[in-house]
């Protein structure tokens, strides 16, 4: 019987434009009002609008809840 591998999205609008897909995202750090991804490919990124910030925790926590993964926000 064949695995299929079906690609998943997490998708999140960000307010200052653009979407991010956070099924790559490897680890995500929020502190002191800036999101850190480090991505599946090793890439880092930073996020320091705190609209951008608050719609990635949004949308980690949401992403979080479907994937019955546990999630913690720290926000300050």
Not at 36 to 54: A, C, K, L, M, Y
Request: proline fraction near 4%; include cysteine.
């Amino acid at each position: 019987m064949p695995i299929i591998s079906v690609p998943t999205i997490y998708s999140c609008h960000l307010p200052s434009g653009g979407w991010l897909n956070l099924a790559l995202v490897r680890q995500l750090e929020i502190d002191d009002g800036i999101a850190r991804i480090t991505w599946s490919n090793g890439n880092v990124q930073n996020f320091q609008f705190s609209e951008d910030v608050d719609a990635i925790a949004q949308a980690w926590q949401q992403a979080a809840q479907k994937t019955g993964g546990n999630y913690e926000s720290s926000r300050d």
